[in-house]
Nanobody
Framework: QVHLVESGGGLVQTGGSLRVSCQSSGQILRIADMGWYRQSPGRQRELVAT???????VYADSVKGRFTIGRDNAENTVYLQMSSLKPEDTAVYYCNTRGTFTRYGQNSDFEVWGQGTLVNVSS
C-alpha cells in the first residue's frame, strides 16, 4: 500500500506565495512521475505541474513563470512553490504519484492521489 499526505494549503492574498507538499509512504521501490492537479467548483480537475523521475517538468500555461515544482527523492516528497497567486488559482490541489511498490515479494505499479488541500486566494 502507498499513502500520500499533503500539507501546506491555506488562505493567501492576491500576489502572495504559498507552498504545498506531498509525501509518499509505504513499501515503495521506485517513484516515477509526481505531479499536482487542481479542481475548483464546477470545473474538471486539471494538470498544474508534473516532474518526472529524471527531473523533467511540465507546467500548465496558466502557471508558467509563477509556480515551481520540485521533488526530494530521498524523502519521496513533491512540493509546489506558488508565487504571484491570483484568485483564479483558488482550488483544491491534489498530488499524484506513480511508481512501483512491493508487497509479499511481488512488485506492482501504483498510481495514488492525495486527499487534497485547499488553496484560497483572496482578492
Amino acid at each position: 500500500q502507498v499513502h500520500l499526505v499533503e500539507s501546506g494549503g491555506g488562505l493567501v492574498q492576491t500576489g502572495g506565495s504559498l507552498r504545498v507538499s506531498c509525501q509518499s509512504s509505504g513499501q515503495i521501490l521506485r517513484i516515477a512521475d509526481m505531479g499536482w492537479y487542481r479542481q475548483s467548483p464546477g470545473r474538471q480537475r486539471e494538470l498544474v505541474a508534473t516532474v518526472s523521475g529524471d527531473g523533467k517538468t511540465v507546467y500548465a500555461d496558466s502557471v508558467k513563470g509563477r509556480f515551481t515544482i520540485g521533488r526530494d527523492n530521498a524523502e519521496n516528497t513533491v512540493y509546489l512553490q506558488m508565487s504571484s497567486l491570483k484568485p483564479e488559482d483558488t482550488a483544491v490541489y491534489y498530488c499524484n504519484t506513480r511508481g512501483t511498490f512491493t508487497r509479499y515479494g511481488q512488485n506492482s505499479d501504483f498510481e495514488v492521489w492525495g486527499q487534497g488541500t485547499l488553496v484560497n486566494v483572496s482578492s
